[in-house]
Nanobody, 119 residues
């Protein structure tokens, strides 16, 4: 069974940091593009970041550039990380791990993890 399981969400004050993790299992994700989306209450889903299968290319949404860093470890089971620094209240959302064969086809989704940033 294919699974993407996120962890690391929580409550943090503005200016603080959190690190999200996504453990992938059920197939070989080493060749997949992986990334993160988020959705805040009443808002559309927003692209946050993505990383190529090798880790050589990274992509970021404009609202998180310079503050968030995506990375991955393909050593055993693929794990993707999202280091979030200088967090703002507007970063509050459910964060979803995603995966796919290419950047424009990220069709596998995790169940999401809540991030809440207080002012």
């Amino acid at each position: 069974q294919v699974q993407l399981v996120e962890s690391g969400g929580g409550l943090v004050q503005a200016g603080g940091s959190l690190r999200l993790s996504c453990a992938a299992s059920g197939r070989t994700f080493g060749t997949y593009v992986m990334g993160w989306f988020r959705q805040a209450p009443g808002k559309e889903r927003e692209f946050v970041a993505a990383i190529s299968w090798s880790g050589g290319r990274t992509y970021y949404g404009d609202s998180v550039k310079g503050r968030f860093t995506i990375s991955r470890d393909n050593a055993k089971n693929t794990t993707v990380y999202l280091q979030m620094n200088s967090l703002k209240p507007e970063d509050t959302a459910v964060y979803y791990c995603v995966a796919g064969r290419e950047l424009g086809a990220l069709r596998l989704w995790g169940q999401g993890t809540q991030v809440t940033v207080t002012s």
